[in-house]
Each structure stands twice: as structure tokens, then as C-alpha cells.
């Protein structure tokens, strides 16, 4: 065996992701809000003057991807770490490369660091001089907000950019790439029935990393017919992501999913459960019911039992964390919860009261007051003594805080149920206004 088939047998060892990595951003699947023509990032890398930075979002949406094609973009060293695995001494050890590199030649380096999240203060603190010196370009990679699992002197020293899923339409069209590409399976005399590529781009929720990981184990363990060709079904495709095709058309799907929506909003935790799991059962990846079920904690109970939106979100990280079954339980407990919390849509109406307004009111007249002291003329760092300090009058004070235009606006009015009648109490005794002139709206029955 010589080198070039060492080589050779390396690179078909590599997973089909690998692979079908981008080397350039004409070629980058997703993200279309941070990478399209004019966007900044986009234009950064073009000028090559792009600062440290954050990529945080879900797994298999393109992070690492991107991160290396900047550093083959802007010509730059690339060093990757991942947070698990490295120490100290590793950072010190690409910080002193980093250094070297730009003292003898000029070049800048890029370290991606994958996992970030798991920095904890010791290795960060090791790695701050040099992305203040800007001896290093850092690009950290996490699944986790960064603004709450990572040191904040990193976090304030880069731009953070959030990824989003990819959309089922990219990874359709990503699978269909692969299959006929050079690199990824031309090799293989395959076919795909198009429900089976909808299966698996359904089924990987936005990660492209686990679909092409199921088209290639769907590919490489179909048997070939006599002439050597490989028909990969529908059931090939189940097995292979190892979840069944949904047991309804997508219109009995929507209708489910509604159906779940307005059980909750009718606080009828029997049938809220019923729908959540016929839709389990149908093939609905869980997650997808728990997303729904956060968003309802606030849309429909909201401020008259804040601890709805806790419960939700924590059935949702307690799935994420345990998967199934034992993630169903926590899942369980919040439907319910949710179902049988009093009822408020106050926050959606306050919500859409100050969207309308930001729209409409374009005087953004703040109070003098309420500016920011540590600059401007005179005037204004005269007028910030008249700031009314809430703490030392008890707590709370009659202060304008709205722009004048707006001043006697009143976007969040409490229904007076649950929790909201403590929240009306209070309005009542400091005297705050407690209703809009409109009156109270009703939402739209859809």
C-alpha cells in the first residue's frame, strides 16, 4: 500500500458530513440572515476584518463549517480546540503559535474553539490577553447561550452571532447534493425515494449533520439488486434515523398540532395529553410539542401564573437532557401544568401594543433625566440629577419614563386573574395607571 492509498482509505473513512463540508460561503447550506450578500458578516470576511466572535446555536446547523471557511477565506492559520478536551497548557501553547506566526510572517491565526461553553474561568482567563491583543482571532462554538454559560469578559470581547435550524427545504436539497456528488456517494449506483429523503430531512430537525448521517447508513446497508443498485425506501429511511414515518398526511398533522395548541389554551389537560402523544405516536418528534409548550406558557397563561413559563422550560431542558422515555414524564407534568394555570393573553396584547407603537411613533424623545450621564453637554448632565432614584423612595416613585410622545401610553393592562390580581393590588396603592383608554382587545378565533 503506498501513500496515495493511505490517503485514499482516509478519506473514505470520513462520514459523509465531513465530506460534503462547504469550502466556500457560495457553497454554505443555511443562515441566510448572517451570510447573505450584504450582511455584516459576510462583508467582514470579505474586507478581512473580522473580530472575535461567538457562533452560538443547535447542533449540525453550520458553525464549525463557517469557522473554517473564514480561515481559508482571509488566508489565516487555523488552530481548532474543543473545550472538552483542552487544557491550559493547549491554549498557551496556540497562543504562543499565534504570536509566532504573526511576528515572522505576518499571519494572522483563527482559533476555533468548539464547545466553548466549557471554558471554565482558569482556561478563559488564560485565553483573554491575547483576544485583547489581538495576538488570536477567536471564534467560539456552543450549543448553550453564551451570555449566561460563559465568562462575561470573553463574551463583552466578541460580536455574537445565533444560528438558526436549518430549514427542512435546505437539508432536502443537501441530501439530493449528496447523493450524486463526487465527494459525497456518486460512487454508489443509489437511488432515494423522495418520501424517504423527506423522511430523514423531517426527522433530523434541522441538524445536517444527523441527516447525512442517515442517508449514508441508509445507502451503505441497503442490499443491491442482482445489477448492482441500491433503492432505498421510506422504511430504509426509517431505520436509518431510527424514527417511523409520520402514521398521517401533513394536514391531519397541522390539525393535531392545533388541536393540541387550543387544549391547552383551553385548559383541558385530557385532551392536551391525548393530542401530544397520538402525535408522539404518529411520529412528531417531542421537542416539537415542547417548543409549542413553551411558547403557550407565555402566549395563554403568561403573567397569570409566571411559574408556567419556568415548568415549560424546564420539561423542555429535562427532554433535551434525558430524551425518551423518562423525558416524557417532566413533558407530562407541564402539559398539565400549563393546561390547568389561570389564563392570560395580556402579554401578547401589551406586546403588540408597543411593536404598533414603535412603528408609529418615530420621536424617541427620552427624558433627560433617564440619559446616560457619563457624556454629553451641560444641559443634560444637569437635567440627570433630576433622576428620581426609585430605592430611595421605598422602591418606587412617579417618574416619566416613556418618550414624551408616549407618555401616557399603557401597553400591558392586567386581566385580574391569578397572579395578576396581586400585580393590580400593587398598581392600585402606587397609583399606576391599570387600564388603557381602549379597553381591554380580545384575540382573533383562529
Not at 462547504?22 to 447550506?29: H, V
Not at 494572522?108 to 491575547?130: G, I
Request: proline share 4%.
Amino acid at each position: 500500500m503506498d501513500l496515495f492509498d493511505l490517503n485514499n482509505n482516509e478519506y473514505e473513512a470520513k462520514p459523509l458530513a465531513d465530506k460534503m463540508r462547504p469550502n466556500n460561503l457560495d457553497e454554505f447550506i443555511g443562515q441566510e440572515h448572517l451570510v447573505s450578500e450584504n450582511s455584516l458578516l459576510r462583508r467582514a470576511i470579505r474586507l478581512d476584518r473580522l473580530g472575535s466572535c461567538i457562533f452560538w446555536g443547535p447542533p449540525g446547523c453550520g458553525k464549525t463549517t463557517l469557522a473554517n471557511i473564514i480561515a481559508a477565506t482571509t488566508h489565516g492559520n487555523f488552530i481548532k480546540l474543543n473545550a472538552v478536551q483542552s487544557g491550559v497548557a493547549d491554549v498557551k501553547k496556540a497562543v504562543e503559535d499565534a504570536r509566532n506566526s504573526l511576528k515572522m510572517y505576518g499571519k494572522k491565526t483563527y482559533l476555533l474553539l468548539d464547545e466553548c461553553h466549557r471554558f471554565n474561568k482558569t482556561q478563559s482567563d488564560s485565553l483573554l490577553p491575547a483576544i485583547e491583543q489581538g495576538t488570536i482571532i477567536f471564534i467560539g462554538s456552543t450549543t448553550e447561550n453564551p451570555f449566561a454559560s460563559m465568562t462575561p469578559a470573553i463574551v463583552s470581547r466578541c460580536r455574537v452571532f445565533e444560528f438558526r435550524r436549518l430549514t427542512e427545504k435546505d437539508i432536502l436539497a443537501a441530501l439530493k447534493k449528496a447523493l450524486v456528488s463526487r465527494k459525497g456517494l456518486s460512487a454508489y449506483d443509489a437511488e432515494v425515494d423522495e418520501e424517504a429523503y423527506e423522511h430523514i430531512a423531517r426527522m433530523s430537525g434541522g441538524d445536517l449533520r444527523m441527516a447525512y448521517n442517515a442517508l449514508e447508513l441508509a445507502v451503505l446497508t441497503t442490499p443491491a439488486n442482482s445489477a448492482g443498485h441500491i433503492h432505498v425506501t421510506l422504511s430504509d429511511a426509517e431505520q436509518s434515523i431510527q424514527r417511523k414515518a409520520l402514521s398521517f398526511n401533513e394536514d391531519t398533522y397541522y390539525d393535531m398540532l392545533s388541536a393540541f395548541c387550543k387544549s391547552l389554551r383551553g385548559s383541558d389537560a385530557n385532551a392536551a395529553l391525548y393530542y401530544a402523544f397520538r402525535l408522539i405516536e404518529g411520529g412528531c418528534d417531542p421537542l416539537n410539542i415542547l417548543r409549542r409548550l413553551v411558547v403557550h406558557s407565555s402566549e395563554d397563561v403568561g403573567m397569570a401564573d409566571p411559574n408556567a413559563l419556568v415548568v415549560a422550560t424546564s420539561a423542555l431542558y429535562a427532554y433535551e437532557k434525558l430524551g425518551t422515555p423518562e423525558g416524557l414524564i417532566p413533558m407530562s407534568n407541564a402539559i398539565v401544568y400549563v393546561c390547568e394555570a389561570e389564563k392570560s393573553n395580556s402579554i401578547v396584547l401589551a406586546m403588540d401594543k408597543a411593536k404598533q407603537a414603535v412603528r408609529e411613533v418615530r420621536d424617541d424623545n427620552i427624558p433627560l433625566y433617564l440619559c446616560d450621564n457619563s457624556y454629553g453637554d451641560k444641559q443634560m448632565k444637569a437635567q440627570s440629577k433630576n433622576y428620581k432614584y426609585p430605592h430611595n423612595y421605598g422602591g418606587w416613585v412617579q417618574q416619566q419614563y416613556l418618550p414624551d410622545s408616549l407618555k401616557d401610553a399603557v401597553f400591558y393592562v392586567p386581566q385580574g386573574k391569578g397572579y395578576e390580581k396581586t400585580v393590580l393590588e400593587i398598581r392600585k396603592r402606587k397609583g399606576i395607571p391599570v387600564s388603557s383608554d381602549a379597553g381591554p382587545e380580545k384575540g382573533e378565533d383562529k
